[in-house]
């Protein structure tokens, strides 16, 4: 019973540090709503260069080809992702590829919430969790029309580390596999994490050594 209603708190403190991400970018396109400047054919405009590089990989995907030698994105799982969301439900690539960082960002609540509780500060862990939706940087990195990686990079990084620690508190093998299939989606979603990746190993792989020797998983 216990276990049960601290993953209710965990959901609830989830989904409201994720409906406040979420708000405090809708906040935005409430603003720039009225405003003609920030629209073509009728659309939000994308905020970035690095966003429309990616809108161009997802407009060749649809469109079935792309020129040789034109350095499309092709294929880039950041297009991908924008191309079965257009194939699958009735929604214009426009506004998939505005709205898709205002869905995603928020998702960072959820490895700071379950972080906390395995360091046993829950409640510091719901502060955490609503400062981290809202951090000035990240805000601004991942507000709408800001169709690039950064929406889901530090989502990836936190996950391979609670899953780490996870590891570490229970001694389950199942964990021994969750941070490897993170560090896989993360290469995949991000090229340029390895470098983060080998970091976050070479630190685990010290406090083993100094910690916990006799645990062969580690």
Not at 78 to 105: D, G, N, Q, R
């Amino acid at each position: 019973m216990h276990k049960v209603s601290v993953n209710c708190k965990i959901l609830l403190i989830f989904l409201a540090a994720y409906l406040f991400g979420f708000a405090a970018r809708i906040l935005w396109v409430l603003w720039a709503k009225e405003m003609p400047e920030f629209y073509f054919n009728g659309e939000f405009m994308l905020t970035t260069n690095d966003a429309y590089y990616y809108a161009e990989g997802a407009r060749d995907m649809l469109a079935g080809f792309h020129q040789q030698n034109d350095f499309s994105p092709f294929n880039h799982p950041i297009s991908t992702i924008v191309f079965y969301i257009c194939k699958i439900l009735p929604f214009k690539i426009e506004s998939v590829m505005f709205y898709m960082s205002v869905f995603l960002a928020p998702l960072i609540a959820l490895p700071v919430v379950l972080i906390s509780n395995e360091l046993k500060a829950l409640k510091a862990g719901v502060v955490a969790a609503f400062m981290s939706v809202i951090l000035p940087s990240y805000l601004s990195r991942t507000s709408p029309g800001y169709f690039d990686s950064d929406m889901l990079n530090v989502t990836f990084a936190l996950f391979i580390i609670y899953f780490l620690i996870r590891l570490l508190n229970t001694n389950e093998q199942k964990f021994i596999v969750l941070p490897g299939v993170f560090v896989s989606l993360y290469l995949w979603w991000y090229q340029s994490s390895y470098a983060l990746i080998l970091s976050i190993f070479f630190m685990f792989l010290l406090y083993t050594l100094v910690f916990m020797r006799d645990r062969l998983q580690n």
